[in-house]
């Protein structure tokens, strides 16, 4: 593949990599956040027995680890969001506001980190559901904090945990009005390097393909042949060539005009296609001069093969369209040997097309 293809294709054919990593920024929130509930566990601020405090840990830990296997697996690739990050953010909701809950003390700062997880999935979700996301877990902060102060009311001062509750939601709603901005900055930058690596496809084929019969031109072809020439000189792998050109083909011009010889053109490159063996390379050399190579096959199996296409190419006329009646082919067939260079070898080939012009036309002459 072409390297500047393989370029851009590194920017938009990586969302495997893009949720790896997405799952790897959830584990890394997760686990800062349970250090710091260890550390409120071990300083007395976390109001849990240690059985609740690890089958709630468990909990946590089991569910995230089977997103994140959900994630690496690929089997979330086929989804409209294939990063489940509604799912992601909600059981973060629910985690952050469990331990929100059971830290009386600091209780916002039990619920920081959350605000690391809405930013993770800004990448993913879009503006209004990043909204519905913030209000939802403000709305859970509210219902956490309605707990709280139920089951412990003496302690609890109304008005700072309010505050508190407050500071959350607007800090919660600011980053889904940002994070809508990151996720369509996201969408628009992704498309872009679609249509990029589109353009850098046509670019390509461009580079490769002659513009009147869409074939692979002469400078595609000389590349196919240095690979199979490599093929051959490493693994001893038999090529051969086939010189094509069409017979008379500046009568074909001057008597039908140059449309016509376009189209002849044209239509000699759609039955050979037509006829050819999967694995073999067809193209135009310039004018009405044709190549074929045929990789595996030796000098014997090149002139069947020359033979068919031009027994099956004199079976096309013209005649009732206008044009000319036949246009007969003429074929120099050659081999690959050890001592060829890619030169020498067309040289070759190019002696057999000129043994079968001067043998009268219409034939194939190896070389
Ligand atoms: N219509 C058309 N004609 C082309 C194109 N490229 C080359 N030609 C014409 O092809 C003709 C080739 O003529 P010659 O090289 O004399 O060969 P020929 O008339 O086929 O004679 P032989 O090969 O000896 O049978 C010329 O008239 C070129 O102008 C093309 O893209 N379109």
């Known amino acids: 593949m072409n390297q500047d293809l393989r370029q851009a294709q590194r920017f938009t054919l990586n969302e495997r990599r893009l949720l790896k990593r997405h799952g790897r920024s959830a584990i890394a929130i997760m686990a800062m956040h349970t250090l710091l509930c260890v550390l409120y566990f071990r300083q007395g601020y976390l109001q849990i027995s240690i059985e609740s405090g690890l089958m709630l840990l468990a909990g946590v830990w089991g569910s995230l ?61 879009s503006g209004k559901a990043m909204v519905a996301v913030a209000v939802l877990g403000s709305a859970s902060y509210a219902v956490m904090l309605w707990l709280a102060l139920n089951d412990r009311w003496i302690q609890l001062s109304f008005s700072v945990e309010a505050l508190q509750w407050l500071v959350f939601s607007m800090i919660a709603i600011s ?83 140059h449309e016509w010889g376009d189209r ?20 135009r050399l310039g004018g009405e001069e044709f190549l074929l190579i045929l990789p595996q096959s030796d000098e014997l ?24 009646a036949n246009v007969s082919l003429s074929i120099g067939v050659a081999a690959y040997r050890d001592s060829d260079t890619i030169d020498t070898l067309i040289n070759r080939a190019d002696e057999g097309l000129y043994k079968a012009k001067s043998g009268g036309r219409d034939q194939s002459q190896v070389a």
């Not at 498309?191 to 400078?219: H, P, S, W």
């Open 65 to 125: 680890l089977v997103y994140q296997l959900l994630l690496v697996s690929g089997w979330t690739i086929k989804l409209r969001e294939p990063s489940l990050s509604l799912f992601l953010i909600l059981h973060f909701t629910l985690v952050f506001m469990i331990s929100g809950y059971y830290v009386d003390e600091f209780r916002l700062s039990a619920v920081t980190l959350y605000f690391a997880g809405l930013l993770l999935v800004s990448f993913r979700l």
């Open 175 to 257: 980053f889904a009005i940002t994070g809508g901005g990151i996720n369509r900055l996201r969408n628009t930058l992704e498309d872009k390097n679609r249509e990029l690596a589109k353009a850098v496809e046509q670019v390509r084929e461009m580079a490769i393909r002659d513009d009147l019969t869409g074939l692979f031109n002469r400078r595609h072809l000389l590349e196919i042949m240095e690979r199979q020439r490599a093929l051959a000189l490493r693994k001893k792998l038999p090529f051969a060539v086939c010189y094509v050109d069409l017979d008379h083909f500046k009568q074909i011009n001057d008597r039908f005009g």
């Open 264 to 283: 002849v053109l044209r239509r000699f490159s759609q039955v050979a296609m037509a006829g050819m063996r999967d694995g073999d390379y067809f193209g």
């Open 301 to 324: 199996g090149a002139v069947r093969v020359a033979e068919r296409l031009r027994k099956r190419w004199r079976e096309e006329s013209f005649g009732a369209e206008g044009g000319p």
